[in-house]
């Protein structure tokens, strides 16, 4: 099976620019995850969807960060206006409803902020 | 609030030898454990959770809740074994079960 497609798979932008992020999961996986990598630490969930609801987001800086995931399949990450502290790897991962547990990841896509 | 803790950012051993990366948490409830691995240029991926009490590439690991602990061990490591192990917590029921918190990761590099 394809796995979970993520894109652009490297950005760079100046401080206070805006970038966005995008997902496609797993087929038939109705659970999305994304997590924010910061270098030498473990992914740190941001936001958990559950077809198109969000399920949780109480890690997402709200103040900058948005994501959609508005017809239950793929999603959009935001960040605007970037900050030097938000470079990092995006990462996101896909389950089925149900097994939350096994999460599948995609590539990531690498944010560097200058 | 649950955490994972992973003592050691870094772990080398030699092909053959005895290998256990530690992982401890903290939770009150009653948490799954899982350890995921990214080899080289490769996407994050499970390798075991400890509810399947299950062996995977020759690795094994226990869940010891008296010692809040869940390390991962191998008797005879390998080469391909090098890789970024990281070990991750979640708990059952509620709303976001499935939400995984991940330790630090280890470095692990196994010499010929």
């Known amino acids: 099976e394809a796995g979970v497609a993520q894109s652009p798979r490297y950005k760079i932008i100046e401080k206070r620019q805006s970038v966005a992020f995008w997902c496609n999961p797993i087929s038939g996986h109705a659970t999305l995850y994304w997590y924010q990598q910061i270098l030498g630490q473990g992914p740190k969930l941001l936001i958990q969807f559950q077809n198109n609801g969000v399920v949780d987001d109480s890690q997402l800086p709200k103040d900058r960060f948005s994501a959609e995931r508005l017809k239950g399949v793929d999603s959009t990450l935001k960040i605007q206006p970037a900050k030097l502290e938000d470079s990092a790897v995006y990462l996101c991962?896909?389950?089925?409803?149900?097994?939350?547990?096994?999460?599948?990841f995609g590539p990531g896509t690498r944010l560097t902020v200058t | 609030a649950q955490r994972v803790t992973q003592p050691e950012k870094l772990l080398s051993v030699f092909k053959g030898a005895p290998v256990e990366l530690k992982c401890n948490y903290s939770y009150s409830g009653s948490p799954e454990l899982f350890w995921y691995v990214q080899y080289s240029r490769q996407r994050l991926q499970l390798l075991l959770r400890h509810i399947s009490r299950e062996s995977i590439k020759g690795f094994t690991a226990d869940l010891n809740k008296g010692e809040t602990s869940f390390h991962l061990k191998k008797p005879f490591a390998q080469e391909e074994d090098s890789a970024m192990y990281y070990c991750a917590l979640t708990y059952a029921g509620g709303t976001s079960y499935g939400k995984l918190t991940f330790g630090q990761g280890t470095i692990l590099t196994v010499h010929p």
């Open positions: 991962a896909s389950s089925f409803y149900g097994s939350s547990y096994e999460q599948y």
